[in-house]
């Protein structure tokens, strides 16, 4: 239920009649000393047809009585209370009017659901009203009766505002009741204030306007794009590196050298700038070049390279482009350092569709779109480049499309109703037929056909080629089988595209459709980054197998290379060498040296070639090598049928280089009985043993090939011993057969004094012990070994050089 409000007023304002007075009699009465005060109000508002409380006292002084018991409308005696008020009067809204007179100053008045006392101060009479009234109508005046008296009380002021009627009487105004009396109307000052905000908005929105205006024609007129040519510094390069050669810098300004190159990097104080020369005999910079400009540079989008500037001096009118280091997409795809999978083919070009969609939005046709137009930044970026500034870079429009189609790998590019004489009008369809060969190139780059200018083509031949050049082969299946990778697209959606992307030019798709179409082919689509990383781990595990191959190879060859080392030199010196540590030459007091040749190896020699020559001694001496690799000793080298041992050097082995040396020679005597030469199978091998111990000089002699050999006379010694040896016996001087003597365990036979050339005659002493015989250092028993042992360690320390 809609409930509408009521304002409730006072007004302290009564009426005064005879009891008797009626419409006929209504002389007012004067009564003095009355007053009607509103006791309670259920609620300063309420709403229409609800109830509310009002309770209204009549406030009668000692005036009041005694006017009123002079003139005969209260009776004298007032002692007892009486009810006076009659209800037929009340109005039918107040169903009923209570009211008590006559009350005493001491005496209080209980009525229902209102009390009140009498002032004592004031002794009279008090008359309570409690009304419950339905509020349906407009009630002014309050008639009740008092005694002889009736009064007719203005105290309440109902309003009812809802009513449709603007009662002004009612005190009905646009402000307390807008509903019936409308909405004010504005104050002179609101009226102001709302005029001062609405001049401060088109104050505020001429500011931006003329803000925005004023940059729009600072940014026309700006000339901070403009370089000059010394700021230019050129970047020499070959044309035919790859993307990942390393450009060397050049002081070189811009010259007229670079005629016949459309292309250059440089330098613009330290930033890198791709540079394109555009020959102009005169220019004029006008106001629809610098709008060129001015949008050219607005332009901004990842796909897109930006523009540095522009050099206006001719007869050379450089542009400077945003340089991209991994150069062109047709470069990229012909670069073997370069991923090839198809997450990463699938990145490139469809930032191709997001670049150019972008230029075809701001009013751009690139009309020269090919793979060499297509660029990728360090960051593995594809972005477009060599569109706009067309004042600048053509002389006249038909030069854009004329000095495209001078490339012949730029036919396959141009769709075909811009390859006759009459070329249609730029339109965005022109550059989806171009996106569609470069799809076909990214798939599947292949190789430029021959020249059709050859002089040796007839001109049927010239024909198929010249068609060869102007349309690209369709990718074949191997360009989607023949690859492993996760990423590789479904082969009919993407040849369904190219397809779409060759069609009429009328039903030729937007960007915008490629787009959707390219998400659709490659839903997952991968940062260039992301791919290199992944690609970068799982060469990392394939190289980590490899490195550990590689490191058990060169473990094994280290190994080869340590022993043939060994061969040639002694282990300390040659790891002492290895360290590019010095190896001085060393003296040793005592060693025992050996010396072996071959009884009649001339006549051997002279009845034999030399490949069998070298078959003897390398058999010879790979059954000798075996042997000596059982003992401590040393091979010093072998020269032709020589063979030379030594023990005590480098290593010192005490006095037990004697018995090593001599335990060694036995063994190689009892090897050459049973030696059988390969190509003289009847004729015996006879070798003849010298031994000999003493002080020896050693040291590494020579850089190439170097050599750890020994000096003194005792190698000299050693050397006679064997030359005035006999067949199968070993030769021992008396310095080698005092110390065995002193060890024992041989048996030697006396031979005498001889003559040898060099120190004077030396007793020498012929062994001739069986091999049965021997006793070798193993089976000298464990005092002598001990004995050995102390002896050893005891000339560690190397000694004074020796007179040698």
Known sequence: MLLVPVRLQYRNEHHCWSRDADSLNDM??????????????????????????????????????????????????????????????????IPRLLAVSGVSSSTPVQFPRTSQTANSADPGFQLTALSPATLNRNLDWYPSRCGMLQYQVFHLDFLFC???????????????????????????????????????????????????????????????????????TRIEHDNQKTSHTIIEDSTDELSEEEEGKPFVYGKIGETLVSVKFVEREQFLLTKNIRKEIKAMRQLSHRNLCQL??????????????????????????????????WAFKLSLIQDIVCGVEFLHTHGFIHGRLNSQNCVVDDRLTCKITDFGLESIRYNKPEEKLETFLEDPRNWAFIAPEYRGNTPAPPNIHMDSFSYGTIMCEVAQPREDPEDFNAPDLTEGERQEVMVQWWDYPLPNVDAFEGSADDSTPNMNDYLNLIKLCWSPVDVRPSF????????????????????????????????????????????????????????????????????????????????????????????????????????LLNKLYSEFDQIIDRYDVYKVETIGDAYMVASGVPRRNGQRHAVSITDMALDLVEVSHSFVIPHMPNEPLKIRVGLHSGPVCAGVVGLKMPRYCLFGDTVNTASRMESNGEAYKIHCSDATHEILSTLGGFHFEERGTIE????????????ELMVDQKITSTKLGAPLIESLDKKAKASLAPPPVPNL
């Open 756 to 767: 040898v050339k060099g120190p004077p005659s030396i007793e020498i002493i012929e062994s």
């Open 162 to 232: 809802g009513d449709g009627v603007c009662d002004p009487s009612q005190n009905e105004t646009c402000v307390s009741c807008p509903k019936d009396c409308g909405a004010c109307s504005l104050e002179a000052r609101v009226g102001g204030a709302i005029i001062a905000v609405v001049f401060l908005i088109v104050i505020s929105i001429g500011s931006i306007a003329l803000f925005f205006f004023r940059r729009s024609r600072l940014a026309l007129w700006d000339n901070s794009w403009i370089i000059p040519r010394e700021n230019f």
């Open 308 to 341: 540095v500037g522009v050099c206006l001096e001719p007869p050379e009118i450089a542009i400077f482009m945003e340089y991209c280091p991994k150069r062109s997409l047709r470069d990229v795809f012909r670069n073997e350092v370069m991923p090839s999978s």
């Open 28 to 93: 007012e009465l004067q009564c003095p000393g009355v007053f009607v005060d509103v006791l309670k109000l259920s609620d300063n508002s309420s709403f229409a047809d609800t109830q509310i409380e009002i309770s209204a006292a009549f406030n009668l002084s000692m005036e009041f009585y005694t006017w009123a018991v002079a003139n005969r409308y209260f009776p004298a005696e007032i002692k007892s209370p009486k009810h006076f008020v009659k209800l037929d009067r009340v109005p039918s809204p």
């Open 512 to 615: 915008d459709v490629i787009r959707s179409k390219m998400d659709l082919i490659n839903p997952r689509r991968k940062n260039p980054i992301d791919i290199i990383l992944s690609l970068m781990e799982k060469y990392s595990a394939h190289l980590e197998s490899i490195v550990s191959e590689r490191t058990q190879d060169l473990i094994a060859e280290k190994q080869r290379t340590d022993e043939l080392l060994h061969s040639m030199l002694p282990k300390t010196i040659a790891n002492q060498l290895r360290s590019g540590q010095a190896v001085p030459a060393e003296a040793y007091s005592s060693c025992t040296i050996y010396f072996s040749d071959i009884v009649g190896f001339t006549n051997i020699s002279s009845d034999s070639t030399p490949f069998q020559v070298v078959a």
